[in-house]
């Protein structure tokens, strides 16, 4: 397998991991999602990496770059279902995940975007968006 | 890797399919879906296959199984993302898919199920479901 498949939600797209992410895998993935975006219009992209138990410095630094290249086409990126050993062993490896949000499931990151894309769609900076 | 994630979306749960499946995956999934659509309540079980190049008899046995299994649990199966190639060497071997839905996307697949469901919340198995 040398892709994985992007799912079109909505405004939202959609990406699972489940394998870890070598060279051509990752470069195959930014590329499809900067034009999926581009093709689709998509406000948020979310990452499920519920099946993964290990997130190394190069895959944080895929992710990190998704979201970078995300929010230059106009989109945020969520990751989601991240288990709590790899949250645990993040944070010791001194890994933030920059660039990215992140929320507990698919469902907390598809509220998480809706929230930022509304709060977007108010286009009033001023405003507080507490709510 | 031996299992695949399962994400749940509202009263739906999406299973995206990236690697071909062998025996104890196969089994694995299968169990995992039925106890999540015990422990959730889901209605529908979308299955993404659009990273696979090939189906196999076995792999169409397995959607099948799924497909039966949920439909018991009063979940509907909608098998998405199908690629064309696939879709001729599926009828060319005279598999069939018995028990699953088919739609083309995710979003196509959704609004199938929001259908199907919706039908069913009517109630009432005399009244023309036509609109």
């Not at 699972?16 to 051509?24: E, H, P």
């Not at 993964?52 to 990126?77: P, Q």
């Not at 469902?107 to 509304?118: C, P, S």
């Amino acid at each position: 397998m040398d892709r994985i498949p992007i799912l079109r939600m909505g405004r939202f797209l959609l990406v699972t991991i489940q394998i870890d992410l070598y060279d051509r895998l990752a470069t195959n993935l930014e590329s499809d999602l900067v034009q999926m975006v581009n093709k689709t219009g998509a406000r948020g992209v979310l990452i499920d990496i519920s099946a993964l138990s290990i997130v190394d410095s190069f895959m944080g630094r895929i992710l990190g770059n998704i979201g970078s290249m995300s929010k230059i086409m106009d989109a945020e990126t969520v990751v989601v279902g991240m288990q709590p050993a790899v949250a645990i062993t993040l944070i010791e490896l001194g890994l933030e995940l920059k660039g990215v949000h992140t929320a507990l499931n698919v469902e907390k990151g598809m509220e998480l975007l809706q929230e930022k894309i509304g709060a977007d769609d108010l286009d009033d900076p001023d405003e507080d968006s507490a709510e």
